[in-house]
């Protein structure tokens, strides 16, 4: 919210009167006005000569903050959206999509957690390809450590295919691949960068059309964040919050599921905890951690955080090879 | 509030808001001048805030196509890619075997061991084997090869070249039949010349290194590898502030990862073992804690079964875990010598 000289230009009723009539208040800003009490503001305008302009300059003032907010929705309205709009999208991987009941949740943000090598990417890949193939949306893996793995994508597409003509299934292949587009990012300020372009193509695109886009993952949240977390000053603190809730608009608002991996660290008396800390903790819709046997290929997830199911609840599954 | 996601600094940032500029909007129409008189700095520092905040606007104003991102390539074409980048070969068959192939191009590669399993050797080998000619399917690169321990032995990398080129014209001597047209020009010197040999004595100086390969690899563009020996020692010892380490660490991470994907070049990272006391146990895993552990695309760990060295691929997006054994001889890394080959699935 600006100041409010630089408001003049478009609404010329916040003249230099009024401005001066609210620096005389100690007002310089919309911000300002706001904290200020209102009813005591509008008694000393009655007082000043050009009292009707000042009065209409702080009901303009007052409907631009009032342009801010989101709209109201009732309860019906919700249940409406959530019906048509916020369907399941199945993960691909058996495991998981029984133990939530379907798989990935549009308009949520999942989170998975795990140690190294404990099966996060390959999630995340099996999750991009069954997306792209199965559902027919596009797909958007956004990837902070270079392990994207086409091949491994293309392992997965194949997996389940009928024997086809091998010319019919290169044609698939190729659409399917085509549906999933790869960023690497590597800091916070690009990855800001990239959603906000997302959220502004989003938002300026018809709907329909084949590509529509389903699903975003960001892998891994936390190697972004970790740099600029802690340290004096609180900055990367309201980072890592304002992304949380950047992802969780464009879900909310697009209908898109999105994926988010986090890693561990150690905890009190040597457990490890997911790592950025207690505030992350409230941002995911749904947490679920993850481990791997030393060597084994048999993955356990288990429920850390969910709105509608008990904590614990956990499946096994593999990933094949 | 839009102005947070400038990368500019607090106090910069601070006086934005002190101000009132809380939005982009609020203040892109303004002159740098007039920004410079409102936040009282100087006009420099104000026409490096417009640019930065003009820079981020434009992105939020072009369209691309249906949904996609900027600079985003679909995974068809990453596909078709990747086939054009080879790999760098480590001169065991083995090890290449489960590598599937060799170290990979644009991607961090982290390697640990116990001391004197031959971490230092194999970085020594890969920065010579990076420079094969392209003809002998290698990658006809140069090397950069970071010394943060002093382990680099000049004479050692010097055996290790001449045993390459002997190698190479044996290899050519049987695949070509005129063997005259392409003679091999290569010699030790200049498989040594084409290695940049960095020593850094603290953390600061091996920070300051990282930031500062961006500019060098610009200007010499045939640099393949970049090899960090180790990456661990001026981190382990006498560091006060752990939570300062890590965030040093996962930035010095994050910086590798861009090296690595924008020149497409390999990085190999030499760490240290530590123990650490898992289920009960205490187990040898890697140096520098768990959110190091997530660093590196792939992780290969040396160690010792019996008389033998062998490497596992503890974690990699794309290769399955596998172990295979490996020797250290006068020529270098080579296949281990003993009578059964196999190659271990785990």
Redesign the interface.
């Known amino acids: 919210?600006?100041?409010l000289k630089?408001l003049e230009?478009d609404y010329p009723i916040l003249d230099s009167n009024f401005q001066s009539f609210c620096a005389s208040h100690d007002i310089?800003?919309?911000?300002?006005l706001l904290l200020h009490d209102l009813y005591v503001l509008a008694a000393f305008a009655e007082q000043e000569s050009s009292s009707e302009r000042l009065k209409q300059g702080i009901t303009q003032v007052l409907s631009i903050i009032d342009g801010k907010h989101q709209p109201w929705l009732n309860g019906m309205e919700l249940l409406e959206d959530a019906q048509r709009n916020k369907h399941v999208l199945s993960s691909g991987c058996e495991g998981i999509d029984l133990l939530l009941h379907g798989g990935l949740r549009v308009g949520q943000l999942t989170e998975l957690v795990g140690?190294?090598?404990s099966g996060k990417?390959?999630v995340c890949?099996l999750a991009a390809s069954n997306v792209a193939k199965k559902h027919i949306g596009?797909v958007?893996y956004l990837d902070?450590?270079?392990?994207?793995?086409?091949?491994?994508?293309?392992h997965f597409i194949c997996q389940h295919s009928d024997p086809a003509i091998d010319q019919a299934k290169h044609r698939t292949?190729?659409k399917v691949?085509?549906?999933?587009?790869?960023?690497?990012v590597?800091?916070i300020?690009t990855m800001?960068?990239?959603l906000?372009?997302?959220e502004?193509?989003?938002r300026?695109?018809m709907q329909g059309?084949d590509?529509?886009?389903q699903l975003l993952i960001v892998d891994?949240v936390?190697?972004?964040v970790?740099?600029?977390?802690?340290?004096s000053?609180s900055?990367g603190h309201?980072?890592m919050i304002?992304a949380g809730y950047l992802l969780k608009k464009l879900a909310h608002e697009h209908n898109i599921a999105v994926l988010v991996t986090n890693?561990?660290?150690?905890g009190d008396g040597?457990i490890?905890k997911p790592?950025l800390g207690e505030s992350w903790k409230s941002i995911p819709h749904v947490r679920l951690l993850l481990s791997r046997e030393h060597?084994g290929s048999i993955c356990n997830v288990s429920i850390l955080k969910h709105p509608s199911m008990a904590v614990g609840k956990a499946a096994r599954f593999m990933i094949h090879? | 509030?839009e102005v947070?996601?400038?990368?500019i600094s607090?106090s910069q940032?601070g006086k934005l808001i002190a101000?009132?500029?809380?939005?982009l909007s609020?203040?892109s129409?303004?002159s740098p001048s007039h920004l410079a008189r409102d936040l009282k700095i100087s006009d420099n520092e104000a026409a490096e805030i417009m640019r930065v905040a003009s820079h981020?606007h434009r992105?939020?104003?072009?369209?691309?196509?249906?949904?996609?991102?900027?600079?985003?390539?679909?995974?068809?074409d990453?596909?078709h890619e990747?086939e054009m980048f080879p790999r760098i070969t480590t001169s065991c068959m083995d090890l290449d075997n489960i590598l599937g192939g060799g170290i990979n191009c644009?991607?961090?590669t982290e390697i640990g061991g116990v001391p004197g399993i031959g971490k230092t050797q194999l970085g020594i080998q890969l920065a010579i084997n990076v420079q094969i000619p392209v003809d002998y399917g290698g990658l006809g690169g140069k090397a950069i090869y970071i010394d943060t321990e002093g382990s680099f032995m000049v004479e050692r990398a010097l055996q290790i070249a001449e045993a390459c080129i002997e190698d190479m014209s044996e290899c050519g001597g049987l695949l070509r039949k005129d063997f005259q047209a392409c003679q091999l020009k290569m010699h030790p010197n200049n498989i040594l010349e084409n290695i940049f040999y960095f020593r850094v004595c603290s953390y600061t100086e091996q920070i300051a290194l990282i930031n500062y390969l961006d500019k060098f690899i610009s200007e010499h563009k045939d640099v393949k590898i970049v090899i960090v020996d180790s990456v661990t020692f001026h981190f382990r010892q006498d560091f006060d502030d752990m939570?300062?380490r890590?965030?040093?660490l996962?930035?010095m991470?994050?910086?590798l990862?861009?090296l690595?994907?924008d020149f497409s070049l390999a990085v190999v990272l030499l760490n240290q073992v530590t123990n650490k006391?898992i289920d009960g146990s205490f187990q040898l895993t890697l140096a520098l804690?768990?959110?190091w552990?997530?660093?590196?695309?792939n992780?290969v760990i040396l160690y010792w079964n019996g008389n033998e060295r062998y490497a596992y691929i503890?974690?990699s997006?794309?290769l399955?875990?596998a172990s295979a054994p490996y020797s250290v001889t006068s020529k270098g890394i080579r296949n281990s010598a003993s009578n059964c080959k196999r190659i271990k699935m785990?």
């Open positions: 919210m600006a100041p630089s230009q310089f800003s919309v911000e300002d140690p190294s090598s990417t390959q890949l596009s958007v902070t450590g270079n392990s994207f793995s086409p091949q491994r994508v293309t292949l190729q691949m085509n549906n999933i587009s790869c960023k690497s590597f800091d300020f800001f960068d990239v906000h372009q997302l502004f193509n989003l300026s695109q059309g590509c529509k886009m891994s936390s190697s972004m970790t740099p600029i977390l802690g340290g000053g900055q309201a980072l304002s890693h561990t660290v150690g040597g490890s790592a060597g090879n | 509030m947070g996601r400038l990368p607090a940032r101000a009132g500029y809380t939005t609020s203040f129409s303004l981020s992105l939020d104003g072009s369209a691309a196509g249906c949904g996609t991102v900027n600079g985003a390539q679909t995974a068809w990453m596909l990747e644009k991607e961090v939570a300062l890590t965030r040093l996962s930035g991470a994050l910086k990862m861009k690595a994907k006391y804690g768990d959110s552990s997530h660093s590196c695309t992780r503890d974690k997006p794309s399955r875990s785990m």
